[in-house]
């Protein structure tokens, strides 16, 4: 299976930051990586596809990059909507794996 | 609007079979161009793929699970189901059905969730 991993693990930050999410796969899963955000008691939004495709519908402020095994979300000005979990997935091969999530706290 | 909602018994009793079903509106399951899946959720495992059933070409499972699960379709209702045999407490979990997208030669990026339904097992 192929390893998700996602740093940090969580984050205290305030509305109008510039907030990084890193995650890393076991081996090279070339673009095949997407994005959710999650909110207690809600089933995940996916965010960003393919690494980079934002989905229809989710604000500009949110980015994805990365290839092979690293990749990166960035939300530019954190709005207070934006504090959730996000979780990193691969859609390279079967089985398909999930990272652990990184939660955005509000400080 | 594309929806998906589990249905399906909240407790099941250890060594039975947790049976869900995934029931949706605003897109045929007999679409071609999308798979049809089963995900949870634990606070042990994190999200944790359990498989999925792909109209033309059958059904995957994780081999984490797959000596346990079965998934199958109802085109008739538009429905797909879980079936997870042997059940141990280790599988009390939120359990969601989603749609992968299959374009691009991806395994799914899961653009619609259900809700989520919590199955607890214990006696």
């Known amino acids: 299976d192929i390893q998700m991993t996602q740093s940090p693990t969580s984050l205290s930050t305030s509305v109008g930051d510039r907030v990084t999410i890193t995650c890393r796969a076991s081996?090279?899963?070339?673009?095949?990586l997407n994005w959710y955000q999650q909110k207690p008691g809600k089933a995940p939004k996916l965010l960003i596809f393919a690494a980079s495709n934002l989905q229809s519908g989710v604000p500009l402020r949110f980015s994805g990059s990365g290839s092979g095994t690293d990749f990166t979300l960035t939300i530019t000005s954190l709005q207070p909507e934006d504090f959730a979990t996000y979780y990193c997935?691969?859609?390279?091969?079967?089985?398909?794996?999930f990272g652990p999530g990184t939660t955005v706290e509000i400080k | 609007q594309v929806q998906l909602q589990e249905s399906g018994p909240g407790l099941v009793k250890p060594s039975q079979t947790l049976s869900l079903t995934c029931t949706v509106s605003g897109a045929s399951i007999s679409s071609g161009s999308y798979y049809w899946t089963w995900i949870r959720q634990s606070a042990a495992k994190g999200l944790e793929w359990i498989g999925r059933?792909?109209?033309?070409?059958?059904?995957n499972y994780n081999p984490s699970l797959k000596s346990r699960v079965t998934i199958l379709v109802d085109t008739s209702k538009n429905q797909f189901s879980l079936n997870l045999t042997s059940v141990t407490a280790a599988d009390t979990a939120v359990y969601f059905c989603?749609?992968?997208?299959?374009?691009?030669?991806?395994?799914?990026?899961?653009?619609?969730w259900g809700q989520g339904t919590l199955v607890t097992v214990s006696s």
């Open positions: 989603a749609r992968g997208i299959t374009a691009l030669g991806t395994n799914g990026d899961f653009d619609y």
């Open positions: 081996q090279s899963i070339r673009n095949y």
């Open positions: 997935q691969q859609s390279y091969m079967t089985p398909i794996t």
């Open positions: 059933i792909y109209i033309r070409g059958g059904t």
